[in-house]
């Protein structure tokens, strides 16, 4: 398995870990995603690589009708413990399994670096109706916070990151021209352990060796129990939520 399968595949161990740390999504980022479709009303909404659930909720939330898809069953099995009133399905981006015109948006949680975009942007198009929406996000630290651009820094591993910013969808004829929009975010850590906890969910640091991980988890630890932002009591880490949406054309 190549390292870029590994890493895809390294989640699963980690669902609870991952489902405890990693952060939600903003409401003001699902809406804009949406926001072509012209309704405020009840939708038919995709969670494409749903995971546990994280951006799932988001949209059960706002009171849509989301059908879940994850190809991990670790990650399904608790997703489907944490969010209620989802109709949740074991799939690919790849091979979506729900029947042509059914969705009226596919929306995808920091995922949609791990697709072969070119088949998946077929097989989204394939399920959306015309005048659908696909839509994907990534939560990203907001750099701009020098003591997080510092901690990013000690957290480094030898696997680099996945996705290389800016990641985002390609043009594809099925849809119209991709917009971007960026959304201030934070996720409330506890404690520096939590932050830690948290960049643990992380497939580059899933996929390295425990000593490797140990050293790195050993630096984290120390800077942010000496800054001043993180050492007493909770704390914000500073997020911007990158969103690029497309509207489905008639055939």
């Not at 909720?57 to 059908?67: D, S």
């Not at 990203?140 to 290389?164: G, I, M």
């Not at 520096?192 to 630890?221: C, Y």
């Amino acid at each position: 398995m190549d390292l870029h399968a590994r890493r895809a595949d390294s989640f699963g161990d980690q669902a609870e870990a991952y489902a405890e740390h990693r952060p939600d999504y903003p409401v003001a980022a699902i809406r804009w995603a949406l926001e072509p479709l012209g309704t405020s009303e009840q939708l038919e909404v995709m969670d494409l690589a749903a995971g546990t659930g994280k951006l799932t909720a988001g949209l059960v939330a706002e009171g849509h009708r989301v059908t879940a898809v994850e190809p991990n069953e670790q990650m399904l099995s608790e997703l489907v413990r944490r969010v209620h009133d989802v109709r949740a399905l074991p799939g690919h981006a790849e091979h979506i399994p729900v029947p042509d015109h059914t969705m009226d948006a596919v929306l995808v949680g920091t995922a949609f670096h791990w697709f072969d975009q070119a088949k998946a942007l077929q097989e989204i198009a394939r399920v959306l109706r015309p005048g659908g929406v696909v839509a994907a996000m990534w939560n990203e630290h907001d750099l701009d916070s020098a003591w997080l651009a510092e901690f990013d820094r000690l957290s480094s591993t030898s696997v680099e990151s996945q996705r290389q910013d800016p990641t985002g969808v390609m043009t594809h004829p099925s849809f119209g021209p991709v917009e971007r929009r960026t959304f201030p975010h934070a996720h409330r850590r506890e404690s520096p352990e939590a932050l830690v906890a948290t960049v643990n969910t992380h497939s580059r640091m899933l996929v390295v060796d425990d000593e490797e991980r140990g050293a790195i988890n050993e630096k984290m630890l120390a800077f942010l129990r000496t800054r001043p932002e993180t050492s007493n009591g909770p704390f914000d880490v500073p997020l911007r939520t990158e969103v690029f949406r497309a509207v489905r054309v008639s055939e």
